[in-house]
């Protein structure tokens, strides 16, 4: 069964990104029909997710505190 909670702001998720700065982050990659970096991979898909947990976020009042996050390299 799948964990599940409530997100809000007083009980805030949490996403912590541990990502690879290691040489190997260079070699290509291939997705689909395109060849990119891998590190370039990895931004694609963290800056996605940020976009969307912003637009989560986003009311009339301006953005409210949903969530938590942090990028460690």
Same mark, same amino acid.
């Given at each position: 069964?799948?964990? !599940?909670? =409530?997100?809000? /702001?007083? %009980?805030?998720?949490?996403?912590?990104?541990?990502?690879?700065?290691?040489?190997?982050?260079?070699?290509?990659?291939? $997705?689909?029909?395109?060849?990119?970096? /891998?590190? *370039?991979?990895?931004?694609?898909?963290? %800056? /996605?997710?940020? !976009? *969307?947990?912003?637009?989560?976020?986003?009311?009339? =009042?301006?953005? /409210?505190e949903y969530?938590h996050?942090? $990028?460690?390299?």
């Amino acid at each position: 069964m799948p964990y !599940t909670a =409530e997100i809000s /702001r007083t %009980n805030q998720g949490c996403f912590i990104f541990l990502v690879d700065q290691s040489a190997s982050m260079s070699d290509p990659l291939r $997705v689909g029909e395109v060849t990119q970096q /891998r590190a *370039e991979v990895v931004s694609d898909a963290i %800056n /996605r997710l940020l !976009t *969307e947990l912003s637009v989560k976020c986003a009311k009339e =009042e301006g953005l /409210r505190e949903y969530f938590h996050v942090a $990028v460690i390299g």
